[in-house]
């Protein structure tokens, strides 16, 4: 399988939004991925073997953080390092940006995106008790991680403008 990290596009939107709702249910509704993926403050990355969508991620920016609003793998590709990548672009991203932190938050018994995320070296700093309800059996409590990028505005030698 070959993974393509690539910008999403507004038109993308219907199948991110089919694989946000199988992924993950109930999913995000089109217009808002749409509106993600038009969004100045906002990066849509999908991951693509050809015409074949494998996953996607949404993050935001804030000042000098960002977010990772949501990242959905298609279920017959998963542990094959679609999510990986994923991260891996979304990271460069942001440090691009010069995003000293990124914070994301996931439900504490997704044992394989807690893994996910701590290989990535993210960080747990906090919980929100049954945050996660709707389409769930029982609520559950979202695990808040962060990761310092080491790439912030105050990184940077403010005489030579190196990072």
């Known amino acids: 399988m070959q993974i393509d990290i690539k ?3 507004p038109s993308d939107a219907p199948d991110l939004a089919a694989l946000h709702d199988q ?10 991925i ?12 999908k991951a693509v073997d050809g015409a074949l969508l494998l996953g996607f991620a949404i993050f935001q920016f804030a000042a000098d953080e960002a977010e990772i ?4 793998v298609a279920e017959e590709t998963r542990r094959q390092g679609v999510a990986s990548s994923l991260m891996e672009a979304a990271i460069a991203a942001c440090q691009e940006k010069l995003i000293s932190c990124i914070y994301l938050e996931v439900a504490e018994g997704n044992a394989a995106a807690l893994r996910l995320y701590e290989k990535f070296g993210f960080l ?11 389409a769930r059996a029982a609520p559950e409590t979202a695990f808040i991680m962060r990761l310092d990028t080491g790439r912030g505005l105050s ?8 990072a």
């Open 155 to 162: 990184q940077i030698d403010r005489q030579t403008g190196a």
């Open 23 to 32: 992924a993950l249910p109930p999913g995000w509704l089109v217009g808002d």
């Open 69 to 72: 609003l949501s990242i959905a």
């Open 34 to 45: 749409a509106a993600s993926c038009s969004a100045t403050n906002r990066i849509v990355l």
């Open 124 to 134: 747990g700093i906090a919980h929100r008790k049954n945050y996660y309800q709707g």
């Open 7 to 9: 910008r999403a596009l």
